[in-house]
């Protein structure tokens, strides 16, 4: 057992209170001269989190001193929640307890309330940890002063910009300021201009913003651009493929989106006899080409996941490897991964293999594509057609059952930004979800269910992706919002997603689906990565990883290693790989909140300066949310949601009904109800505060 693993057992069952650090070294047998790096070794554990100093320099796990690590989700109200590294109910902050920390922030919280039935409330007591070196936002000045106005509306304060910091800025500019100090809760941020991204409203600057507000990396380091196409100039051949199982005879196909570059997997089937089934679920080899430790994988590491923009991918392999050697094209040799599943009608599964393995795509499908072959508008031979048409069987019971045992269905809109050349947009189209969607969704589902309950079984260090019951307090308010249309919400909600999905199932095709599918959602936690295996709340899974996206998601490639090593190889996994599985948990799941915060942030922005091009356009929409200041709408089609404000409602006095969800006229009594249908006219865009202000069309 390491030193480390030695203090905290000590501090979690050993020691009923804080102990000095000097009791620490005592009870552990450290000797006098490593007395030294012994207290290094404190300090690191402190800084992590791992640790807390507590007065007169005593050490304690947070835990056993009514704190919680985690970290801060900021509401545009200006209060937060912290959300437990272990996974435990997040802990509401109100504003006044936030104590200089912002947004992403890894933080220690204080427990200072809790109620049976609600959130525990706390105030944080010190930021372990910042989510960001640098703020993108609107430089001015005001005579001598200059500050930067954040983008980011969950920051609540300007950043001052010194005299000597400004680089050349100009008042306006969309700029980027590298906070030098992050002051306190009296005190503003301090920074320094270190780029001029360009005037608000010139092509590209818009995302450029995004891209520096989350931080993202664009460049690949040279050394890893090095390996990449190094590695590119090879293909798989000779002995490293008489080692794999080969399914290069195999019909095998990829379904992907009409544009992608990045094809992770192929499936295959074949009929086995008339009521069994051979699926091949076929992930690119990654981990064959990028060595643990390499340039590559660091970058790879520290990027966590690719990202899709509204207008580029900034992808997480570099393109030689990510859109070539390691993407499953057409007519071309690549190396896999392959879970190999026997079949039954049902979708019940008889048996499992994973292999090494080496495929040759015959076809790379559209999901559009896929979708016209099964129906018979796409001519293919017979091959193709039944092969799709049995995954399409397959798929359906996989599905069934999968929502027996709770797994949750949201079935929410989304939206494609279709933009011209210079990134204006001139289109937002609504993605329709079909059968073949839902298809690649079930076998990837399967895939990554077998390889976590495999290890599972074999209790090996791993990487799972889990997702905790929702905390009760969300439930209540769930609770009392379904109350308002008649609808109850058994009190077990909390600890069954079966009763969530029987929710859903009831609305389906009504009015309300889309807003209660929404407000579900929003009541879920986060899933998220762990070295510990925790159900998977969401999908009703006991045991779950990602195994299926190596080429865009780096837990997955993790997976990949763990997998040829215990599984095709027979070896233990090494103690360098199982002592950093926390570590990467904790990254992955940081990136990906960044990657799904920009992604949607682009596509709400573009959706905003569609919309300023509609100015007295009139839309259909559904009353999505209905406040005493007004009414918010999800226009049709665009998917864009706007502001009705009461003050836009002139034919009356409107008074809010909180329990009924409803703004009523006084005077002529007419409803305005969550749900309800109203057409709607754009009465004004504010791209810089995110808002679009509708008015009511008589």
């Not at 990906?592 to 009139?618: F, P």
């Amino acid at each position: 057992m390491t030193l480390k693993k030695q203090v905290l057992e000590l501090l979690r069952e050993k020691s009923d209170r804080p102990l000095k650090a000097k009791d620490i070294a005592q009870k552990l047998g450290v000797s006098q001269g490593d007395y030294q790096s012994f207290k290094k070794l404190l300090r690191e554990m402190e800084e992590s989190g791992e640790i807390y100093r507590a007065r007169k320099r005593r050490y304690a796990v947070p835990e056993r001193i009514n704190l919680v690590v985690g970290r801060l989700q900021v509401t545009r109200g200006g209060h937060g929640f912290v959300v437990p590294d272990d996974g435990k109910d997040d802990v509401f902050i109100p504003t006044t307890e936030l104590g200089g920390a912002y947004e992403g922030d890894r933080v220690v919280t204080r427990i200072e309330r809790r109620r049976p039935g609600r959130n525990p409330e706390g105030s944080i007591v010190k930021v372990l940890e910042r989510a960001r070196s640098q703020v993108v936002g609107a430089y001015h000045r005001s005579g001598r002063a200059a500050f930067l106005v954040p983008s980011d509306l969950t920051m609540r304060r300007d950043v001052v910009i010194p005299q000597d910091a400004e680089s050349g800025a100009r008042d306006g500019d969309m700029a980027v300021a590298r906070i030098v100090d992050w002051g306190s809760e009296q005190q503003d941020p301090v920074g320094e201009i270190i780029e001029v991204l360009g005037r608000p409203g010139e092509p590209g600057v818009d995302v450029l913003a995004i891209v520096h507000d989350h931080e993202l990396a664009t460049e690949f380091p040279p050394e890893a651009v090095r390996q990449a196409e190094e590695l590119a100039r090879g293909r798989p051949g000779g002995e490293e493929l008489q080692q794999r199982k080969d399914f290069r005879d195999v019909l095998t196909f990829t379904i992907d989106p009409a544009d992608a570059k990045d094809h992770d997997d192929a499936l295959s089937i074949e009929r086995v006899s008339d009521d069994r089934y051979r699926v091949g679920i076929h992930i690119a080899d990654v981990s064959h080409y990028v060595e643990e430790r390499s340039a590559l994988d660091l970058e790879a590491l520290n990027r966590g996941t690719s990202v899709y923009l509204v207008d580029r991918v900034i992808p997480m392999l570099p393109e030689p490897l990510s859109a070539d050697l390691c993407s499953l094209r057409p007519g071309e040799d690549r190396l896999t991964l392959s879970v190999v599943l026997e079949l039954d009608g049902t979708g019940e599964v008889l048996s499992e293999r994973i292999h090494g393995a080496v495929i040759r795509s015959q076809r790379a499908l559209s999901y559009e594509e896929a979708q016209g072959v099964i129906d018979g508008d796409v001519e293919a031979d017979s091959g193709l057609r039944d092969a799709l048409r049995h995954l399409r069987d397959l798929s359906r019971q996989l599905g069934r059952r999968r929502k027996r045992r709770g797994g949750l269905d949201f079935d929410l809109p989304e939206a494609r930004v279709i933009m011209n050349t210079a990134g204006e947009p001139t289109q937002i189209q609504q993605l329709l979800r079909l059968e073949t969607h839902r298809l690649i969704e079930e076998f990837m589902l399967l895939a990554n269910e077998t390889i976590a309950r495999r290890a599972n079984r074999k209790k090996l260090p791993f990487l799972y992706r889990v997702h905790a019951a929702p905390d009760p307090d969300r439930m209540e308010k769930l609770r009392e919002f379904l109350s308002g249309f008649g609808l109850k919400l058994p009190k077990n909600a909390h600890r069954s997603s079966r009763a969530l999905q029987k929710l859903l199932d009831h609305v389906e095709g009504s009015p309300i689906e889309s807003i209660v599918s929404t407000l579900v959602l929003r009541s879920m936690k986060q899933a998220r990565y762990s070295a510990e295996r925790e159900d998977h709340f969401g999908l009703g899974s006991h045991a779950y990883t990602h195994f299926t996206s190596p080429i865009r998601r780096y837990p997955d490639l993790v997976v990949h290693r763990i997998v040829r090593t215990a599984f095709l190889e027979g070896r233990r996994v090494p103690e360098s790989t199982a002592e950093h599985l926390g570590s990467v948990a904790q990254q992955a799941s940081t990136r990906e909140r960044q990657a799904i915060d920009a992604e949607r942030d682009s596509v709400e922005l573009k959706k905003l300066e569609y919309m300023e091009r509609h100015l007295g356009d009139e839309f259909e929409g559904t009353i999505s949310g209905v406040k005493p200041f007004g009414l918010f709408v999800l226009l049709d089609d665009v998917l864009a949601e706007g502001l009705v404000h009461v003050s836009r409602l002139e034919d009356d006095y409107y008074h809010y009904l909180e329990v009924e969800h409803a703004l009523v006229g006084e005077s002529r009594g007419r409803w305005l109800r969550l749900g309800d249908r109203i057409q709607v006219r754009v009465e004004g865009v504010d791209r810089e505060a995110r808002e679009l202000d509708l008015g009511p069309v008589d």
